[in-house]
Structure formats: C-alpha cells, structure tokens
C-alpha cells in the first residue's frame, strides 16, 4: 500500500510538475520523472498536470489579461507624454499604432463572405432550355 503524501510533499510536487510543464517537457517525461523520483502510477501524475494546468488556466485568465492590458496602456500612455515632450511626434504616432492594435481598434474591415446578396442562376426549365 502506497504512503499518501503530505501537503508540504503535493505542494513541492505539484511546483516541479509546473516547472516542467512551463520549461516543456512532455507528459511521457513527466510521468516518467514522477514513477521514478516519486514511486507514484500515471494517473496519480495526470491528477498533478490536471491540477498544474487548472491553476495555470486560472492565473491567466481574463482578470489577468485586463490587468496586463491596463498596465500596457498606462506604460504607452506614459511613454506618448514623454515623446510629445520631446517633440518625437514619429514615436508619438508609433505609440497611438501600438495602442490602437492593443485595442483592437486596427482591425481589417469585414468583409460579408456569406451567399446572402448572391442571387442564384437561373436553372433551365422546359420554357428557356436550350436548343439542342
């Protein structure tokens, strides 16, 4: 019967199951490491890289995202006011283009590619078929 770990020993595994994943190792190495530094079984593992991944998927997800784009913003903002002090209009224009991609204000016009104002052929009924 396997000895259950203790919290300190799931939390240290669980960081070098993350470090792992982020330094890309695959799940067929993870494993491996894990049933031989650790003498746990595979499904004992995938619950750590379910658990590694769920934590990593929480960590950036869209609050992250927001924050990481508010900072992007504020730092442009701030490097806009010190080029126009600097009378860097170049760099000032560079900076509105990076912000507008940032935004999404850049984005390519729509192009409709549906069938929606495509009227169809005429297909040949008895009164305009051909003559053969």
């Known amino acids: ?4 770990s203790t919290d300190i020993e799931l939390r240290n595994r669980l960081l ?4 792992m994943v982020i330094e890309g190792y695959s799940k067929a190495n993870i494993v491996r490491y894990g049933s031989e530094k650790w003498k746990i079984g595979e499904r004992q ?3 750590y890289l379910f658990k590694v991944k769920d934590k990593i998927k929480e960590t950036y997800s869209n609050p ?3 924050s990481i784009l508010n900072t992007h913003l504020a ?3 701030d490097l806009y006011r010190k080029s126009y002090e600097f009378e860097d209009f170049k760099e000032c224009r560079a900076i509105l283009e990076s912000r507008g991609k940032l935004l999404g ?3 390519p016009e729509k ?12 297909m040949w009924t008895d ?6």
């Open 45 to 47: 593992i995938e619950d």
């Open 105 to 107: 204000l850049n984005e």
């Open 127 to 132: 009164s305009n078929e051909p003559n053969k």
């Open 64 to 66: 992250y995202k927001e």
């Open 111 to 122: 192009i409709d590619l549906t069938t929606k104002d495509i009227t169809p052929p005429v």
């Open 1 to 4: 019967m396997a000895v259950k």
């Open 16 to 19: 070098i199951v993350y470090k």
């Open 75 to 77: 730092q442009l903002d």
